[in-house]
């Protein structure tokens, strides 16, 4: 029996449900397994007080410190995030706070490996912890863990040492084990890409789904947090100047105030909706219902929201960012735009002229499943395990 202890900061909790849902789906699909047993620990970083005491943190405070989640054992310890240092102080304050919960674990459960799911701080503290508790460690590769912290001043560093000192390293794509070689990190990186839940999307008849939503107009979707990186403004500037399309921003964060007054400022507001964040389970109606799914990010590794809109049959618009040429590899899949408004209008209307072709669409991510994605981490791990002891 392999047993792993997952470390992973972004993991969904009763305040953001969505938070990391990718790693919680692939943690139920790895304890799936008949010969696998996982513990989670998906830690909370925290302000000192006074900061603490605004809202979102009071939220996360208030959060059970363990409990058995969607039939995971989770432990939600808090750790201390300085504000104003870079990050510098995240991995070692990090560290220092989960070894005597990993003790306590330990004497029930006697972890065989750390699979650490985002590079930065989990990275760093779980070959810390590895190192004190005599285990091997993978650190998986998402996006920002390295496109930010791996070259940011503070972090970067850290983010080299923990990568050449790990037993093993997973990203989600090739494009993202390029960018971690490029950090000046010398070590082999397994792809390791991301899963669909095919019970979910791409089950869902597109006809049925508009009709459901009240949806009669062409409509793109731009899904993702409500952050520069993610590029809303620049797809909602590019629908406005398609006459008659429709788009509908899912997401919550920082920017919605500025993208209210932008659709103001179009006088579009007839054809725009800010949505908000949704829950997972609404995405598979909305995704088979769009004619396009266009993001616009700076930076991405693998973005479960291309891999999602394509299984549901829908082709998407994003730049030339992190994975896109594995994913955009057809028409029937979509396009790729520079990160501009009018290469962004001219690539979706590029789209809504060809005939929808779902099927095909479809084919493009048919590599992509929940269940080899199980099967590939488990072989991985168990195979630093099998090195480590031998």
Sequence with gaps: MLRVLTLATLFPDATRPNFGV?????????????????????PVGLPPFPASLAARYRALSALPAAETWKGLSVERPRFVNLPLTGGRFHAPLLARRLRPLLTRIRAQFAFDVIDAEFFFPDGPAAIALGKAFGVPVSIKARGADIHHWGHASATAAQVRAAGQAADGLLAVSRSMADDILATGIDRPVRVHRTGIDRTRFGGVDRAVARARLGIAAPLVVSLGALIARKGHRIVLDAVAALPGVHLWIVGGGPDRAALAARIADLGIGDRVRLCGSLPH?????????????ALASSSEGLANAWVEALASGTPIVIPDAGAAREVVTT?????????????????IAAVL??????????????????????????DHLGALVNRYSG
């Design 22 to 42: 990718f790693v919680e789906r692939q943690t139920l699909g790895l304890a799936g397994l008949g010969d696998v047993e996982v513990r989670v620990v998906a």
């Design 281 to 293: 389970d609404d995405l598979p109606d909305l995704l088979a219902a769009a004619d396009v799914m």
């Design 331 to 347: 028409r029937a899949a979509g396009r790729i735009a520079t990160r501009d408004s009018a290469a962004f209008a001219q690539a």
């Design 353 to 378: 002229s060809q005939a929808a072709d779902p099927v095909a669409t479809r084919a493009t991510v048919d590599a992509y499943s929940w269940e080899r994605n199980a099967r590939e981490l488990r």
